[in-house]
């Protein structure tokens, strides 16, 4: 890590032709990346720090350039090390929506999040550098919940019956997701990686280099159904309309058809995720998302109860889900 440091440092030397600067490291994300501020002579930056091996810069900065030309405010690349894997980057500020965001202004950040979002839908999907979010990968995703939420985090020894109840729905939510038309997909947009910039209050989008294609509902689904902050379903509904009502891609979607398509990729978002945080505590040595797993246990209880397909499964956490 040292080592590192200094050649972090070496680097910026060299490239900002300045030995005087100040980094203060950033909260960094779920990943290997680590970020950094830095200031000189009145100017701000932000630097990533992508360990080769464990991250790779490709992705980030391809996806930034397809945001940039959808007029998608995204941190610009101000300079590279591919070898070494530092990105120096312009600054969005350390105003995250989601410390924005209350009764009061979620009305006009929400419908500003889903005019970014359509700007985001508007990329071509036709890219070979970006890969499918289908059937066999939502179904990978969701299988870290009963390895690493129900097995590992909870210590269930889940029976047959409960082993049959989890691969069959989880095969029929993928089906159903699969059926969604396809966009480019952020894949987790939400109010974490929404910044607030300018006196305007823009949006700017970050953390976007697992972007893939994918269905049409997701990006809504982490926006709207966020892990970290939660509002009434009548608020999401009514959110949920505004995009369907915008949206050139749900004509063949009732909107009844709309919300329920929306629900389920919910669902297999947040089983997944459910998985993630409790592999970020138990292997990555990253406590902190345990504090979120409830509210996106409670996004999964209630799609489940909802829809009756899916009682098999809600009757299951039900009887067999307790957070420590």
Not at 38 to 63: C, R, T
Not at 227 to 247: A, D, G, K, M
Not at 249 to 256: A, F, G, K, P
Request: glycine share 4%.
């Amino acid at each position: 890590m040292h080592e590192r440091e200094n050649a972090l440092k070496e680097w910026l030397v060299e490239t900002i032709k300045q030995q005087d600067f100040v980094l203060t490291p950033l909260a960094g994300d779920a990943s290997f990346r680590r970020y950094f501020r830095l200031q000189y002579n009145g100017l701000s930056y932000v630097v990533m720090d992508a360990p080769p091996g464990k991250e790779d810069l490709n992705p980030f900065i391809h996806v930034a350039q397809i945001l940039e030309q959808a007029d998608v405010h995204t941190p610009k690349i101000l300079a590279k090390n591919m070898q070494q894997g530092f990105l120096l980057l312009s600054d969005l500020g350390d105003q995250l929506l989601l410390n924005e965001l209350n009764a009061e202004t979620a009305h006009n950040y929400y419908p500003k999040a889903i005019a970014t979002l359509f700007k985001i839908q508007s990329c071509p999907i036709d890219d070979p550098l970006l890969p499918s979010f289908d059937h066999a990968f939502m179904l990978k995703e969701m299988k870290l919940c009963p390895e690493w939420f129900l097995t590992a985090y909870l210590k269930l020894e889940l029976e047959n019956e409960e082993i049959t109840i989890l691969n069959q729905t989880m095969d029929w939510i993928a089906t159903e997701v699969a059926r969604q038309p396809l966009t480019f997909i952020h894949r987790d947009y939400h109010s974490r990686n929404l910044m607030l910039i300018n006196e305007q209050k823009n949006l700017g989008v970050i953390d976007f280099q697992d972007a893939m294609r994918g269905p049409f509902t997701y990006d809504l689904v982490s926006l709207l159904k966020d892990c970290y902050i939660s509002w009434p379903r009548t608020n999401i509904l009514e959110w949920v309309e505004l995009f369907y009502r915008q949206s050139t891609l749900t004509s063949n979607y009732s909107l009844t058809e709309f919300i329920r398509a929306f629900d389920l990729c919910g669902l297999q978002r947040h089983l997944k995720v459910l998985g993630i945080f409790s592999r970020l505590h138990l292997r990555d040595n990253k406590p902190g998302y345990l504090k979120d797993l409830p509210l996106t246990l409670r996004y999964v209880l209630e799609c489940t109860e909802i829809y009756e397909e899916l009682h098999p499964l809600f009757h299951m956490l039900q009887t067999r889900v307790y957070l420590p």
